[in-house]
């Protein structure tokens, strides 16, 4: 609006001064030609003013539609900031879980190397003879392919190692490796259906509550997160003080 009030005041100013000078050149122009000279000015100022009043009008859209552009960056900036916060959380998570797995993954291979060290003990008269050796030597295979991230072949020599050795001490622990594997490629159903397995046929056995924080896992993996809730107060109910049950506590914890 202060524009369109300049343009005016100035072509009032003009016009005042073309009509203050008529007077003293009457005697040069007859009116006609006054009366053209004044159309033409007021033609001129009238164009003027619009082409001001245009350019005003344009170099407003343009700062609105800059603001505009500024505001989709920031928002955009946001979103993408708000992503990478995402990610790093899953990042973290999964490193997590991964660090906790090779940490019970070296503590049993410390344990299979002492127990292959010590003396075996006599085996009872009664009960077949067993190749402690074989076992230990099919085991540590097993969870050295595991380590190495060969999941598939871990997998099925896991499974063989529970079929050729279903009475070792060292069984129970096969199967919920084996179950690990499933979980480590994603195959969650049967990760959760292989975990189950543990306390079902060793339901005394030290194993039985990882067994279930995994089973829990995977089943909250597969978008189960009903049926992994209850596991994980299940367990918490059935060993309070065992690690898995301070991780399913954890878990409880989150949304």
Not at 3 to 16: D, E, G, K, P
Not at 71 to 86: C, H, N, T, Y
Not at 225 to 253: E, F, G, H
Request: hydrophobic share 45%; aromatic share 8%; charged share 25%.
């Amino acid at each position: 609006m202060s524009r369109i009030n300049t343009t005016a005041l100035l072509a009032i100013a003009a016009c005042s001064s073309v009509l203050a000078a008529f007077p003293a050149h009457a005697g040069l122009f007859d009116d006609d030609q006054a009366r053209n000279q004044i159309a033409q000015l007021r033609d001129d100022l009238a164009a003027q003013s619009k082409k001001m009043d245009s350019d005003f009008a344009t170099s407003a859209r343009g700062q609105i539609d800059l603001a505009n552009q500024i505001q989709s960056l920031k928002d955009e900036i946001a979103r993408l900031r708000g992503q990478v916060e995402m990610q790093s959380n899953d990042i973290e998570t999964a490193k997590k879980r991964q660090t906790d797995f090779y940490t019970d993954l070296d503590s049993r291979l410390r344990k299979l190397e002492t127990a292959a060290q010590a003396p075996a003990a006599p085996a009872a008269p009664a009960a077949p003879a067993v190749d402690q050796a074989a076992e230990t030597r099919d085991y540590a295979a097993a969870l050295t392919q595991f380590k190495a991230a060969k999941y598939k072949l871990a997998l099925a020599s896991f499974q063989d190692f529970v079929k050729n050795h279903g009475a070792s001490a060292l069984a129970p622990s096969a199967q919920y490796w084996a179950a690990s594997s499933y979980y480590q490629m994603h195959q969650y159903a049967k990760a959760a259906e292989t975990f189950a397995k543990v306390p079902a046929a060793w339901p005394n056995d030290g194993k039985v509550p990882d067994a279930l924080l995994g089973q829990a896992d995977s089943l909250r993996e597969a978008g189960k997160a009903m049926a992994a809730r209850k596991i994980y107060a299940s367990l918490i109910k059935q060993y309070p003080d065992s690690s898995a049950a301070k991780s399913a506590r954890q878990r409880l914890k989150k949304k």
